[in-house]
């Protein structure tokens, strides 16, 4: 196998990794704004997000580890990507910046208003890039407007198309859902079982709208054969999903919905192969062979893959392993942090009185 072609499988592990991981984690933020009960809110929400605290920043490298991959291997696929598709990748970037900062930040005031504007970055940090990520890996493997030098020609309406506005929904629905079964994995009480009552609605509506969405891609936009697999794997985790969510199987749930996501990267990057990014006019398109770095540079980044790679896999295992326990509001303490109320100094004896004591 050429190292141009496994560079090309290894960029859609690190995405696979990137969807399955921080897939449940925008399904979490997402659901900051719906699940919890307005008595217990604060309480609820804390929960949800100690879920995935120990784990969210960890799961966003493999984003970083996504695109300095392509980088690397595929400089001219990552130029025309990032300034192709620079806008919607730009509200991307801003929406995870938000996102961390309300993560970091969320706790450090004790003030119901701060919390309160960083539960609205958190949840819109998550909904923005599960629809737009959907919307770039549909125009992606639908093919867009480059001209001869490999420049996107078609302008930032041409990316909202019916087609990519449904990769969108898709997205968001597959992560919402992943997200509710993850909430229902790691969670006790009353809110796993409203988690496991949503999940188990969401999945029904997930498998009608990511199945058409997957059929229309075979019919319309690969020209493999064998991704039909991919489709029917699809199909049968995401009705695995609904059938394990009916019976509160949420582990067996949560594994369904995460092959789902595997079949969903392998359907789109099969569908791509030999290509990066199509092009209309097929002489234009980016391939595995115009668009790659030179052999050398791919040698060196092989062996520095198959070096770290395996360390990096065994301490986000771990990480796992030690926070697996479930958290019930009863596990949450009292908020603590700084405050914006500004202290009182203390009185003072009056100057009289501090005289008659010393006669």
Do not use: C
């Not at 119901?112 to 539960?119: K, Q």
């Not at 229309?216 to 054969?225: E, H, I, V």
């Not at 609904?242 to 990267?265: C, D, H, Y």
């Not at 595995?288 to 062996?303: E, F, I, R």
Request: charged share 15%.
């Amino acid at each position: 196998m050429e190292l141009t072609t496994v560079w090309f499988v290894l960029i859609a592990v690190l995405w696979t990794g990137y969807l399955v991981l921080e897939g449940f984690d925008f399904g979490v933020g997402m659901l900051l704004g719906i699940l919890p009960k307005k008595e217990d809110k604060e309480r609820e929400r804390r929960v949800m997000i100690n879920t995935i605290g120990p784990v969210w920043d960890g799961n966003e490298v493999w984003l970083l580890t996504a695109g300095g991959a392509t980088f690397a291997a595929f400089p001219e696929w990552y130029a025309t990507l990032f300034s192709g598709f620079y806008l919607p990748l730009f509200l991307i970037l801003v929406a995870l910046i938000v996102r961390v900062v309300a993560f970091e930040w969320r706790g450090k005031i004790d003030d119901d208003r701060w919390r309160a504007w960083a539960d609205r970055a958190l949840i819109f940090g998550s909904w923005l890039p599960s629809a737009l990520w959907g919307v770039a890996f549909a125009n992606i493997v639908r093919g867009v407007e480059l001209d001869a030098a490999h420049e996107y020609v078609g302008g930032f309406w041409a990316l909202l198309n019916p087609f990519a506005l449904l990769g969108g929904a898709v997205t968001t629905l597959i992560f919402l859902t992943h997200g509710a079964i993850f909430l229902a994995l790691k969670s006790d009480g009353d809110i796993r079982r409203r988690a496991g009552d949503l999940a188990a609605r969401l999945s029904i509506v997930t498998v009608v709208v990511a199945g058409a969405w997957a059929v229309w891609l075979q019919l319309a936009f690969s020209d493999q054969a064998w991704t039909w697999a991919a489709v029917a794997v699809a199909a049968v985790a995401l009705v695995g999903v609904v059938v394990a969510t009916r019976l509160r199987r949420e582990g067996q749930a949560f594994i369904a919905s995460a092959v789902a996501i595997v079949a969903a990267v392998v359907l789109i990057f099969g569908s791509l192969f030999p290509d990066v990014m199509p092009a209309f006019d097929v002489a234009n398109s980016l391939t595995v062979d115009n668009a790659s770095s030179t052999d050398y540079t791919l040698t060196v980044m092989t062996w520095v893959a198959v070096i770290l790679t395996p360390l990096v896999l065994l301490y986000q295992g771990w990480t796992y392993w030690v926070f697996r326990k479930r958290l019930s509001t009863a596990d949450i303490p009292a908020p603590t942090g700084l405050t914006f109320t500004r202290p009182q100094p203390a009185p003072t004896a009056p100057t009289g009185a501090s005289g008659s004591l010393e006669a």
